[in-house]
């Protein structure tokens, strides 16, 4: 019923930024949280950034605090992670989420629709 559709990904060297983009299909999820997620190899999904439908409860992840910023447009529904001053570390196929519920999240198991995901490749 709901699709997530990522874009945005790519290759950069360290210190390079990226931005990306989740569109939200179908049903409007009224007054959802959502959230970005990411897999590196080797390693079990992490959580990196989630925010609320009035953007007023933010979390992030410690290892992208000041780095990374999510943000969305509920008109045009869209989610959005600005991701800064990126590092090797931060290699990772990166999902975008979204829950039925308002409170926003930091557990995986918290959302209910996810998106099919996107490469990010940061170069040292």
């Known amino acids: 019923q709901v699709w997530l559709v990522p874009s945005g990904g790519g290759s950069v060297q360290a210190g390079g930024s990226l931005r990306l983009a989740c569109a939200v299909s179908?049903?409007?999820?009224?007054?959802?949280?959502m959230g970005w997620f990411r897999q590196a190899p080797g390693k079990e999904r992490e959580f990196v950034a989630a925010?609320?439908?009035?953007?007023?409860?933010?979390y992030y992840a410690e290892s992208v605090k000041g780095r990374f910023t999510i943000d969305r447009d509920n008109d045009k529904k869209m989610l959005y992670l600005q991701m800064d001053s990126l590092k090797p570390e931060d290699t990772a196929v990166y999902y975008c989420a979204a829950k039925i519920g308002m409170v926003t999240s930091r557990d995986e198991h918290d959302y209910e629709y996810w998106g099919q995901g996107t490469q990010v490749t940061v170069s040292p």
């Open positions: 179908g049903p409007t999820l009224a007054r959802n949280a």
């Open positions: 925010n609320n439908w009035s953007g007023d409860r933010i």
